[in-house]
Nanobody
Framework: QVRLVESGGGLAQAGGSLRLSCAVS????????VGWFRQTPGRERDFVAG????????YYADSVQGRFAISRDNANNLVYLQMSSLKPEDTAVYYC?????????????????WGQGTQVTVSS
């Protein structure tokens, strides 16, 4: 059974940092691309960052480029999202997702599996 579990969310001040983790189990993680998405009430899930199978390529939304960094540790089945220079508009529930397909990495529809989400709140 495939399972993704996010952790590391919480409350941060504007300008601060948080690191989210996504623990993946039930699959050979090296065969999956992984993405982070975020969602606020009444809105669709928006792409934040993505990483390819080996970690050699990373992708970011314009809104987080230069502030967030995605990385992965296939040996330990973990994916990270380091968030720096946080802004109040980064407040959202953050989800990690995995796909073994070849769809567009920035599209939520490309992903087979999702975690339950972790809340990130940034105060001004």
């Amino acid at each position: 059974q495939v399972r993704l579990v996010e952790s590391g969310g919480g409350l941060a001040q504007a300008g601060g940092s948080l690191r989210l983790s996504c623990a993946v189990s039930g699959v050979a993680m090296a065969n999956y691309r992984v993405g982070w998405f975020r969602q606020t009430p009444g809105r669709e899930r928006d792409f934040v960052a993505g990483i390819n199978w080996s970690g050699s390529f990373t992708y970011y939304a314009d809104s987080v480029q230069g502030r967030f960094a995605i990385s992965r540790d296939n040996a330990n089945n973990l994916v990270y999202l380091q968030m720096s220079s946080l802004k109040p508009e980064d407040t959202a529930v953050y989800y990690c997702a995995a796909t073994n397909g070849f769809g567009y990495i920035k599209s939520a529809a490309s992903y087979n599996y999702w975690g339950q989400g972790t809340q990130v709140t940034v105060s001004s």
